[in-house]
């Protein structure tokens, strides 16, 4: 925090809070940073103590008075600025995002491992969340958001419906809007997420797909396990766990070895194949004969 104090926990029950608003100061949802009191009671004490003059032009104690009682009725920018005007936008950083390979030497090499990462949503860490540039939305599981116990969240039940590449489609139960940190200070992005919550299996407990790797303008590298972004403090970067990612994929293998075992063993008596089809083969007369059987050629093909 620098000289600014550790604030308080927010008394107001969990349940009672807002969770579409996340304050910076408090690392907790309830109220945005613009509107925190404990924040701006905290810059006015810091300004009275004469902590902050090299960012206020007019350091007299006349000035210290007026910036006290304006932060007592005026809401902050996003961005805390004391020196320019409040409603001037953050610039993020312009500087080139590269990938070495130095920071490729700790990994185990040739891998074909996914990028997973650790991240805190909504002020809670949550690990095994798979970093997808291949998917459409932001997924956040049912049975992590249950284990979040994000009690009285506002839950807006869109439906919709999810396609793999294979086809098949899982319905949502709705869309959940929640705060994710994104690097670490100074090189840190604070995102507001809209998550497609859905009720299904998954090894998983998240995904971040296009929709905010887009809007934080990121740049992912598979071979170096790494999600890079631009922010106002400098490049953030996300890096992946590359043993998580390894055991997620083994954990998935044994799972799905288990259930083929499963139907074998409830299976009554020896598999048997399926007798070859009778098709219908161009007689020589013009006319197909449905009774004539498929060549031994043919049954390969079924």
Known sequence: MGIFTIPPAIKTPV???????????HRDIGHITEECRVLKDEIERLIQRGQLRNYVRDNTNRARKNYARQARSEPFPHQINLAEHKNKAPRLSNEPIIFTEEEASGL?????????????IASRKVYKILIDNGSSADILFRSTLN???????????????????TGDSIHSEGVLNLPVELGTHPCQHIQSVEFVVVDCPSSYNAIIGRPTLNAIRAVT???????????????GTLKGDQQASRDIYEAANRSSNAHRMNIIKTCKGPLEHPPPRTIAIDSGAGHPSPNKKSS???KFLQ
């Not at 590298?221 to 490049?235: D, N, Q, R």
Request: proline share 5%; with cysteine; charged share 25%.
């Open 15 to 25: 349940n009672r809070r807002d969770n579409t608003k996340y304050c910076r100061y």
């Open 221 to 235: 590298s598979t071979y170096h396990l790494l999600v890079k972004f631009p922010t106002v403090g400098g490049i």
């Open 108 to 120: 185990w090499h040739p891998h074909k491992d996914a990028i997973v990462v650790a991240l805190r």
């Open 147 to 165: 284990r979040m116990d994000l009690v009285g969240a506002k839950f807006d039940p869109i439906k919709s419906a999810l396609y793999g590449f």
């Open 296 to 298: 031994s050629h043919e």
